[in-house]
């Protein structure tokens, strides 16, 4: 299978805990794209990279999550002190450079609950 | 700034009927984006359909057309033949071309329910 990869696919953390997640983008793929989503609601843009260059960070994010794509092709989201407020499923997408309109292909999500 | 609203929360349709779900878009960009996805319950964002600034013809794709009416900034999803199995949330998006950005902005979604 050659979509978007998440890991792991469920977190259940303590509150206050760091967690890391895990995205493997469509190999061919240039961007890779992080969002969150809140139940019932539509996913919120966090950051976005451009090979192993982030070139937008969402405001609304905070000090406590970090993104990299070091080698350019697989992706990590890093949460430090996790809040239950974190509790969400963050989403992965990537989409090729160069095709001037395509959609984001997205990943089936890691969902965390902070307890 | 770049902004998707959906209005409708939720809708229902009976089977094998035409449902139409509301997207308005702000933006000031002239070349940008727009798409649809499907979300069922199970989590997963299925790419429905696109619909570029500057196609002069609506985007069809086998039920789903959109109509795009670029004066009122709307990019409505048509579903026609509505089937069971089209009971899931959906969510309209756009992405910015010139502006130098490239992220994918989405709406509040719709949950559509079909009838049996």
């Known amino acids: 299978d050659t979509g978007v990869s998440q890991n792991p696919r469920h977190k259940i953390t303590k509150r206050g805990q760091n967690v890391t997640f895990r995205c493997d983008p469509i190999s061919e793929h240039n961007r890779l794209y992080w969002y969150r989503q809140t139940l019932g609601q539509g996913p919120e843009f966090l950051t976005y990279?451009?090979?192993?260059?982030?070139?937008?960070k969402s405001r609304l994010l905070s000090d406590r999550f970090s993104a990299e794509r070091p080698k350019g092709s697989f992706s990590t989201l890093e949460i430090q002190r996790t809040e239950q407020g974190d509790s969400a499923m963050y989403l992965c997408?990537?989409?090729?450079?160069?095709?001037?309109?395509?959609?984001?292909?997205f990943g089936q999500g890691t969902r965390l609950t902070v307890v | 700034a770049q902004k998707i609203t959906q209005t409708q929360p939720g809708m229902f349709v009976q089977e094998k009927e035409a449902v139409t779900l509301d997207c308005t878009y702000d933006t000031s960009d002239q070349s940008y984006g727009l798409f649809w996805y499907k979300q069922p319950s199970s989590g997963e964002m299925i790419f429905l359909i696109y619909?570029?600034?500057?196609?002069?013809q609506n985007a069809t794709e086998g039920r789903y057309s959109l109509n795009f009416q670029k004066a009122r900034k709307s990019a409505n999803l048509v579903i026609s033949a509505s089937q069971l199995g089209d009971s899931a949330m959906y969510f309209c998006?756009?992405?910015?071309?010139?502006?130098?950005?490239?992220?994918?902005?989405f709406g509040t979604g719709t949950r559509l329910k079909v009838l049996a």
């Open positions: 619909q570029g600034s500057y196609d002069e």
């Open positions: 997408a990537s989409s090729p450079t160069g095709v001037k309109h395509t959609e984001a292909f």
């Open positions: 990279f451009q090979n192993e260059a982030q070139l937008e």
């Open positions: 998006a756009m992405r910015e071309s010139t502006s130098g950005t490239y992220k994918y902005i």
